[in-house]
T-cell receptor, first 114, second 110 residues
Framework: EAGVTQFPSHSVIEKGQTVTLRCDPI?????LYWYRRVMGKEIKFLLH????????ESGMPNNRFLAERTGGTYSTLKVQPAELEDSGVYFC????????????FGPGTRLTVL | GENVEQHPSTLSVQEGDSAVIKCTYS??????FPWYKQELGKGPQLIID?????GEKKDQRIAVTLNKTAKHFSLHITETQPEDSAVYFC?????????FGTGTSLTVIP
């Protein structure tokens, strides 16, 4: 069975541009999470989808970030316009059940904003 | 909210020695504590977890201990091997979110 996949693996953009990250969870996993790790710091929660609904988006930094999960399958995270401080590695994870169930992580997208 | 602290940030051990990574948490409501291993170019992968009704759990060379009173939990790796070299993250969950530590970069020297 395929694991969580993310695209692209790397993205380098200039400040002010737009970037869209994609995550494909494990098939059948209703719960999808986005995280971000800024260099040397903790992996920080951004938001949690249950199917197509946003269960918890308390970790989203500001309104330049927009996450969607139309149809409850793959998810996109758009950053518009990107700022320097948005640089980091964006991870997606999925789980069968919410709360304290095992979360399976994708390889991450490394975003660099110049 | 929950605050998870992880130490050390870097750790070097000789092959065959043991490695210990420690984490503390602040929210007494946290009841699930997973440990993740991240190898270069890959995402974090769950290696072991423990729930608050258990004090210790072991899986071959890896063990995790939990002290709920002191609010700390530790990862123990025995007989370390070069393939154990990676970044390790602890996390705590109260059923709402996962709160991660800042990671420990473990290097096992052959």
């Amino acid at each position: 069975e395929a694991g969580v996949t993310q695209f692209p693996s790397h993205s380098v953009i200039e400040k002010g541009q737009t970037v869209t990250l994609r995550c494909d969870p494990i098939s059948g996993h209703d719960n999808l999470y986005w995280y971000r790790r800024v260099m040397g710091k903790e992996i920080k929660f951004l938001l949690h989808f249950v199917k197509e609904s946003k269960q918890d988006e308390s970790g989203m930094p500001n309104n330049r970030f927009l996450a969607e999960r139309t149809g409850g399958t793959y998810s996109t995270l758009k950053v518009q316009p990107a700022e320097l401080e948005d640089s980091g590695v964006y991870f997606c994870a999925s789980s069968l059940m919410p709360d304290t169930d095992t979360q399976y992580f994708g390889p991450g997208t490394r975003l660099t904003v110049l | 909210g929950e605050n998870v602290e992880q130490h050390p940030s870097t750790l070097s051990v000789q092959e065959g020695d043991s490695a210990v990574i420690k984490c503390t948490y602040s929210d007494s409501a946290s009841n699930y504590f997973p440990w993740y291993k991240q190898e270069l170019g890959k995402g974090p992968q769950l290696i072991i977890d423990i729930r608050s009704n258990v004090g210790e759990k072991k899986d071959q060379r890896i063990a995790v201990t939990l002290n709920k009173t002191a609010k700390h939990f530790s990862l123990h790796i025995t007989e370390t091997q070069p393939e154990d070299s990676a970044v390790y993250f602890c996390a705590a969950s109260n059923g709402n979110q996962f709160y991660f530590g800042t990671g420990t970069s473990l290097t096992v020297i052959p």
